[in-house]
Nanobody
């Protein structure tokens, strides 16, 4: 079984930065694509970024150039570096682990990011 534990959320002023961490507890971290999602109040959950085991990334247009996903396959940890934050980035952020064999996926507990204008 897998557990994901997120940290790093908080309150930041517009233009500031935060770094989210997703610690993966379980087996075969390298066989999972790691994703970052967010859900703003009253809105649907949306995909923010993905990162494959080899480090290939994809980003939503709204965060491209500002957010960077990374991972450490030795420490079993995924990161989301968020720069130039805007009030529109305010949301609960969730990490997700999706195995390459398309079996059970897993979700972190979510961490609140609030950007003040």
């Amino acid at each position: 079984q897998v557990q994901l534990v997120e940290s790093g959320g908080g309150l930041v002023q517009s233009g500031g930065s935060l770094r989210l961490t997703c610690a993966f507890y379980g087996n075969t971290f390298a066989f999972y694509v790691m994703g970052w999602y967010r859900q703003a109040r009253g809105k649907e959950r949306e995909l923010v970024a993905t990162i494959s085991s080899g480090g290939g990334t994809n980003y939503a247009d709204s965060v491209k150039g500002r957010f960077t996903a990374s991972r450490d396959n030795v420490q079993n940890t995924a990161y989301l570096q968020m720069n130039s934050l805007k009030s529109e980035d305010t949301a609960v952020y969730y990490c997700n682990a999706y195995p390459i064999n398309r079996a059970q996926d897993y979700w972190g507990q979510g961490t609140q990011v609030t950007v003040s204008s």
